[in-house]
Every structure is written in C-alpha cells, then in structure tokens.
C-alpha cells in the first residue's frame, strides 16, 4: 500500500544520501523507482472519493510523475559513478518530497 511505499522511498533515500558505493546507490535508485511506480497506482486518503479524472489525482499524478524524473537524473549520475554529484541532486528529492506532502499527506 502507499504507507509502504512510502516506507520504501524514505529507505533508498537514506541509503543514496550515504552509500560511497555505486552499486548499492544505483539499486536503492532502482527500489526507490518501484516504490513510486506502486504509489503512482494508489490514492492517497485525502484524495479518497475523488473522480480519477480529478484536478487533484491528476496533481498528485504529476507530483509521483517529478519524483520519478528526479531519481532518473540521479541514477543518471550514479552510473556515471559521480556520487557527489548523485548526492546533490538527491537533495532536490526531498523538496519534492516535502511540497508533496503538504498537499496530500
Ligand atoms: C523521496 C521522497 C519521499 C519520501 C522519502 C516520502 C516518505 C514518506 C513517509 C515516511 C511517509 C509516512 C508513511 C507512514 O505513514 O508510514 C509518507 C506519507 C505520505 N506521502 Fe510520501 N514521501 C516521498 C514523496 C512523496 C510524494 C512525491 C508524494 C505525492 C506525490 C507523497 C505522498 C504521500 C502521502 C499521500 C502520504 C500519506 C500516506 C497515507 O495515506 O497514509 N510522498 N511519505
């Protein structure tokens, strides 16, 4: 469920803000990104009742839909084995992560 995956996403980011290792960064990446792909599938209770087709599901659609693109440019870098610049892009995850949450959390 989204508690889960959310669960998921707060551990690979704590592994990709750490890891010295590549192989380990890019696969918390690649869990991160199953994590948000299930999400994207789920409602959040706020959104409970409201149509698919909803301003809102479509607003929290695009939030999941950034956070994807973010971990992208950081895997990017990460298999690139630039892990510092992986680690300051991952910065911007957060922020996503927060102005999200204020909207649907
Ligand atoms: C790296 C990014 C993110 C992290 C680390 C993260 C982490 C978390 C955590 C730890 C929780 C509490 C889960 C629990 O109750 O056990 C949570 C809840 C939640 N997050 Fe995120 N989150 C991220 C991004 C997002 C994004 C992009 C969205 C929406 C587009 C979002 C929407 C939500 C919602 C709706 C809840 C409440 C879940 C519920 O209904 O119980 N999160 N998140």
Do not use: C, W, Y
């Not at 890891?19 to 209770?45: C, F, I, S, V, W």
């Not at 870098?77 to 911007?92: I, M, S, Y």
């Amino acid at each position: 469920d989204l508690e889960q995956d959310m669960d998921m996403l707060k551990g690979g980011l704590r592994v990709v803000m750490k890891t010295d290792d590549r192989a380990e960064m890019t696969r918390a990446l690649g869990d991160m990104r199953k994590a948000a792909q299930d999400a994207r599938t789920q409602t959040p209770d706020k959104l409970e009742g409201q149509p698919a087709d909803s301003a809102q599901v479509k607003d929290f659609h695009a939030g999941i839909d950034s956070l994807i693109a973010q971990i992208n440019v950081v895997d990017k870098l990460a298999q690139a084995n630039n892990l510092d610049g992986a680690k300051a892009e991952a910065k911007k995850l957060t922020d996503i992560r927060d102005s999200n949450h204020k909207k649907f959390r």
